[in-house]
């Protein structure tokens, strides 16, 4: 993976993520708008789904690659996309055989 396009994706992620908490009033504002109204619970539902199937892939590649995957899984799932992509940046580049 592109380790300057994570990190550039994660430094906006950060940013945009700082706002909103700032623009709701904080995390628990924030959570209160992902269980307002179906529409909400459909997003909230596909950001669920979405971070099930990274851990997926986070434990088949943190197997293969021998890294600690427990530790990565708890990050992820009280951060959000921040635990993934620095899973990702963190990696270690492959050497081709």
Not at 37 to 60: H, K, N
Not at 69 to 74: G, L
Request: hydrophobic share 60%; proline share 4%; aromatic share 18%.
């Amino acid at each position: 993976m592109n380790k300057a396009l994570l990190i550039f994706v994660l430094v906006v992620f950060a940013a945009l993520t700082g706002y909103t908490l700032m623009h709701y009033g904080g995390l628990f504002a924030w959570l209160a708008f992902y269980t307002r109204d179906p529409a909400s619970w459909q997003i909230f539902a596909d950001l669920v789904i979405t971070m099930c199937l990274l851990l997926v892939f986070m434990r088949r590649d943190a197997q293969a690659n021998g890294r600690p995957f427990v530790p990565w899984a708890v990050f992820s799932l009280a951060v959000g996309s921040f635990g993934p992509l620095l899973y990702f940046i963190t990696a270690k580049k492959r050497v081709a055989e």
